[in-house]
């Protein structure tokens, strides 16, 4: 983020020079309407009557008065639409000037009205997720043997005389090997649907090129193990991450094409800027199997989290039932 910030405010100083050359005249001197705001900071922001008002690189307005920690400042009435009941104030400081800065989160509700009272940040605030790039996905450099692909294929019934085909595919781990059967844990998502299915099919493409059959052996909560009979795959199988991963915790999010993505950890969940189209495994430390990131229901970006909590008892319980 700080690249971010030092973006914006090289930003900034290109948004003065363009506002003294093309209107910043205008502005001041013809525009006696506009919306007038008040913003309070904590300390002294060091802001001074004249001082320009700006939003994202465009100079919107200036500072009409500042006593103590309270600021005075106009908005020009072409841009009053810019402020929003939720609109964060800051400070900004560049090598050639001080500025008051807004933005408008896309939660940021209605219009302010005339005479709006703020709160100022001390610092500038994280940029929301949408004005943010899409994270860049990377080639892995050595992608781990029990990394695969599963895919299931659920036959739902699509009204009284017609059916139709789920398919889902997520990145999966062998976590388990055996005298020719592995155990892939993989998310139960692959199978969850609205309503009874008819039939179940999945498979699972192993590193190497093997392609096998697999069957549903276990479910526990979001997880679920598969059972590939028969395997010729050998490696070494999936570390399971043993702890809880802590807030801020740095991921990497890779499908079996060895895709990856940058990701974090967060209140419990996973914070990701992207769509996801099928599931993909979560590294941490390394190559370490910490969970798996699957779409967000109802978003356009961002990603459910499934946790590997449980997964050491769902995979004693797969080996028994092979038994």
């Given at each position: 983020?700080?690249?971010?910030?030092?973006?914006?405010?090289?930003?900034?100083?290109?948004?003065?020079?363009?506002?003294?050359?093309?209107?910043?005249?205008?502005?001041?001197?013809?525009?006696?309407g506009g919306l007038r705001v008040a913003v309070r900071f904590a300390e002294n922001p060091g802001l001074a009557p004249d001082h320009d008002v700006l939003y994202g690189d465009k100079v919107v307005g200036r500072v009409e008065s500042a006593r103590d920690?309270?600021?005075?400042?106009?908005?020009?009435?072409?841009?009053?639409?810019?402020?929003r009941e939720g609109s964060r104030f800051w400070v900004q400081n560049t090598l050639a000037?001080?500025?008051?800065?807004?933005?408008?989160?896309?939660?940021?509700g209605p219009p302010a009205v005339q005479g709006?009272?703020?709160?100022?940040?001390?610092?500038?605030?994280?940029?929301?997720?949408?004005?943010?790039?899409?994270?860049?996905?990377?080639?892995?450099?050595?992608?781990?043997?029990w990394l695969c692909d599963a895919r299931a294929v659920l036959t739902l019934p699509d009204g009284a005389d017609t059916v139709r085909?789920?398919?889902?595919?997520?990145?999966?781990?062998?976590?388990?090997?055996?005298?020719?059967?592995?155990l892939v844990l993989a998310?139960?998502?692959?199978?969850?649907?609205?309503?009874?299915?008819?039939?179940?099919?999945?498979?699972?493409?192993l590193a190497g090129g093997e392609v096998a059959s697999a069957r549903l052996v276990a479910t526990q909560g979001a997880l679920c193990v598969l059972a590939v009979e028969g395997s010729a795959w050998r490696g070494t199988v999936a570390p399971l991450w043993p702890h809880e991963l802590a807030d801020g915790q740095g991921l990497v999010l890779a499908d079996f094409d060895g895709l990856s993505w940058a990701a974090r950890h967060g209140n419990g969940g996973l914070e990701f800027r992207a769509?996801?189209?099928?599931?993909?495994?979560?590294?941490?430390?390394?190559?370490?199997l910490a969970g798996f990131a699957l779409p967000a229901v109802g978003e356009r970006t961002g990603a459910r989290w499934v946790s590997l909590h449980g997964a050491l008892t769902l995979l004693q319980t797969a080996r028994e039932s092979g038994k």
């Open positions: 983020m700080r690249l971010v910030h030092v973006t914006i405010g090289a930003l900034l100083v290109c948004a003065l020079a363009a506002g003294v050359v093309a209107g910043l005249y205008l502005l001041r001197e013809t525009d006696s920690n309270e600021v005075g400042a106009r908005i020009a009435a072409d841009y009053a639409d810019l402020v000037a001080r500025f008051l800065v807004f933005d408008s989160p896309p939660s940021a709006a009272r703020f709160e100022g940040l001390a610092r500038p605030p994280e940029p929301p997720p949408g004005a943010l790039p899409a994270p860049t996905p990377r080639k892995l450099a050595s992608r781990p043997a085909d789920q398919a889902r595919h997520s990145a999966a781990a062998v976590a388990h090997a055996e005298s020719g059967t592995l998310p139960a998502w692959l199978f969850e649907n609205a309503g009874a299915a008819l039939s179940a099919r999945a498979r699972v493409e769509a996801l189209t099928g599931g993909r495994v979560a590294f941490v430390d390394g190559l370490n």
